[in-house]
């Protein structure tokens, strides 16, 4: 098992730029999941993608999109980015039906916008 | 909508003692499933412990262990015999069961501190 790896770690960005964070998932997992932790909060999901497709999403804005690809990577792109938008952004990977087999999540991308 | 509450923001307790943490979740689903997840300083999130709503039998995981209530929606952990690798942000995590269910709905955390 190689589990789940994100990049960057850290990142700085400034108000209404672009970003985009990746996630490698666990060998083996088709479907990746991203959730946004706020500071003092726990994680709000954001949206899930089972075999190149979103399929599932959480209470998030247009201006946050994905991408999986054929090898189960993922990234994770936020356009116009707001203040509010900072941020540590979770990547949980899993077989489809995670609640019965596992969820397996990354170290998490602190994203801070100024 | 679901929701998952923690009203403990902070917990202490001393090393090799017992400590419980609380979690009351609402929902009108009959079939679902409840997590313990914990969140060391390393941001990752590491499952402690799983429940089956139609379960009845609490589940245990070593030192961790559960007082699965569902007709009261309360989902407790207790930590045995407290190590100062336990002390970590701890989150109450609830799924709704089935097809065309993805989303895991997390509470708001509880800090546990271990004291030596």
């Known amino acids: 098992e190689t589990g789940v790896t994100q990049s960057p770690t850290h990142l700085i960005k400034t108000r209404g730029q672009q970003v985009t964070l990746r996630c490698s998932s666990q060998?083996?997992?088709?479907?990746v999941s991203w959730y946004q932790q706020a500071l003092g909060q726990g994680p709000q999901f954001i949206f899930q993608?089972?075999?190149?497709?979103?399929?599932g999403r959480g209470n998030f804005p247009p201006r946050f999109s994905g991408l999986q690809f054929p090898n189960y990577s993922s990234e994770l792109n936020v356009n116009a980015l707001e203040l509010d938008d900072s941020a540590l952004y979770l990547c949980?990977?899993?077989?489809?039906?995670?609640?019965?087999?596992?969820?397996?999540f990354g170290s998490g991308t602190r994203l801070t916008v100024v | 909508a679901q929701t998952v509450t923690q009203s403990q923001p902070e917990m202490s307790v001393q090393e090799a003692e017992t400590v419980t943490l609380s979690c009351t979740y609402d929902?009108?689903?009959?079939?679902?499933?409840l997590f313990w997840y914990k969140q060391p300083p390393s941001r990752q999130m590491i499952l402690v412990i799983r429940?089956?709503?139609?379960?009845?039998q609490n589940a245990t995981e070593n030192r961790f262990s559960v007082n699965f209530q569902k007709a009261a929606k309360s989902f407790s952990l207790k930590i045995s015999d407290s190590q100062l690798g336990d002390a970590a942000m701890y989150f109450c995590?609830?799924?709704?069961?089935?097809?065309?269910?993805?989303?895991?709905?997390f509470g708001k955390g509880t800090k546990l501190s271990v004291i030596p």
């Open positions: 949980a990977s899993s077989l489809l039906r995670g609640d019965l087999y596992g969820y397996t």
């Open positions: 060998s083996g997992h088709n479907t």
């Open positions: 993608y089972y075999r190149e497709e979103e399929n």
């Open positions: 929902t009108s689903e009959s079939d679902y499933y």
């Open positions: 429940q089956e709503a139609y379960k009845q």
């Open positions: 995590a609830y799924k709704r069961s089935g097809a065309g269910s993805y989303q895991l709905t």
